[in-house]
């Protein structure tokens, strides 16, 4: 039973804002890493970033300056702020969990969420 539940997706401009939600079980959240991945249309899943329980973070070179990963403790839940949106950040956006950082690296991963779409676009 899939436990991920991300939300905040949306059409925005070219320069504009949007902050995703990933809302999981303590047990997935308790995981030592935890990731935003996107799939545009044909295209593979990529890794966006990654935010591990200490709280330390990792980016893509095409999002790293732009986007900011977070987490907050209390509510199981972590977060994309995602600032100066480009046309190529359209994608559908996921996020998944795990203790090694070889499985969130390829994503391999049996079950994933809805994912929310986000769509840059003038």
């Known amino acids: 039973q899939v436990q991920l539940v991300e939300s905040g997706g949306g059409l925005v401009q070219p320069g504009g804002s949007l902050r995703l939600s990933c809302a999981t079980s303590?047990?997935?959240?308790?995981?030592?890493?935890m990731a935003w991945y996107r799939q545009a249309p044909g295209k593979p899943r990529e890794l966006v970033a990654t935010?591990?329980?200490?709280?330390?973070?990792n980016y893509a070179d095409s999002v790293k300056g732009r986007f900011t990963i977070s987490k907050d403790n209390a509510k199981n839940t972590v977060y994309l702020q995602m600032n100066s949106l480009k046309p190529e950040d359209t994608a559908v956006y996921y996020c998944n969990a795990d203790w090694s950082y070889a499985k969130i690296r390829v994503g391999d991963f049996g079950s994933w969420g809805q994912g929310t779409q986000v769509t840059v676009s003038s």
């Open positions: 935010i591990t329980s200490g709280g330390t973070t």
């Open positions: 303590g047990s997935i959240f308790s995981r030592y890493y």
